[in-house]
Structure formats: C-alpha cells, structure tokens
C-alpha cells in the first residue's frame, strides 16, 4: 500500500487507481525509493546513446576531476517520473512538464528518495508537485516542479 502523508491521511495503492484530482490536496506528499547501481547506469546510458564518460569509464571521469563515475542527471530525474506514476497521483494521470535542478552528483550505491508535495490545484484537472530528491545522506540531488494533469 501507498501512502500519502496528511492530517487526514489517504491510505491505497494508487497503481489501481490513481488519485483523483479531487483526492488531492495542497500539501499532500509521497515517496519514492531506489539505490542506484552500475547496471541500472549502464542500461541508461544504453538507452539513450549516452556514454559520456563521466557515466560509464573510471579512468575517463577521473580525468574530468570526478571523484568516479556518477549516475547520469537524468536518471534521478526520471525517478521523479516514476514516483508521480506509481505513488501520486498515480496511474491515469498526464505529465506534461517537469523543471528541474541538479545540485548534488549521485555515486553508484547512492539510495535516493523522490519526495512529491502537491503545491497548487490548477485549472483543467491540473496539479503542480514540487519534486524533490534526496540521497541516504537526506542531501538535496534534484529540485523542480511538475505540472500534470490528474485523472477526474
């Protein structure tokens, strides 16, 4: 079961339903957790063409003054992605922007944790999360809002 912490706490697994623009409240919050590991930026950096170094050879990111290789920006950023599908709103919902700020590199082995604040209800069925995602060390990694068009 998922969560979503309130003074009135919802308590259900939004992969069957997804939470409704109406369930949603300012001020709402879920998480979403992963540790990231080698394959999971080797399957990345597959996926989308991108081996720059600083991803996928030591030696390389070293030389670019790189304490080793570091998980692509993106990657953290499609967590967020993940928590706004799997946690809130959930399935049914639309995504249709996301800002975001890359503040802290993420190491293989990092655990990181997306937190989702609902901060507006918009016209058109329409909610603003901030989105933020923090490492084991609770380290700021990613800032940023998304705009998404929750299910009615």
Avoid: W
Avoid at 21 to 42: F, L, Q, R
Avoid at 62 to 82: K, Q, V
């Amino acid at each position: 079961m998922s969560v979503i912490n309130t003074e009135h706490q919802i308590v259900r697994d939004p992969l069957i339903n997804g939470f409704s623009y109406d369930e949603m409240e300012i001020g709402h919050t879920a998480y979403y957790t992963k540790t990231v590991t080698e394959h999971d930026v080797g399957t990345f950096a597959g996926v989308t063409g991108d081996f720059n170094p600083a991803h996928v050879n030591q030696i390389g990111a070293e030389e670019m003054r790189l304490p080793g290789r570091i998980a692509h920006g993106a990657l953290s950023g499609g967590l967020i992605s993940a928590a706004l599908g799997t946690k809130m709103p959930g399935q049914g919902c639309l995504y249709l922007s996301q800002s975001s700020k890359f503040v802290r590199m993420v190491r293989f082995g990092d655990t990181l944790t997306v937190r989702l604040e609902v901060v507006e209800k918009m016209e058109k069925y329409r909610v603003k999360i901030k989105t933020e995602v923090f490492n084991q060390n609770d380290e700021l990694v990613v800032t940023g809002e998304a705009i998404l068009v929750a299910k009615h």
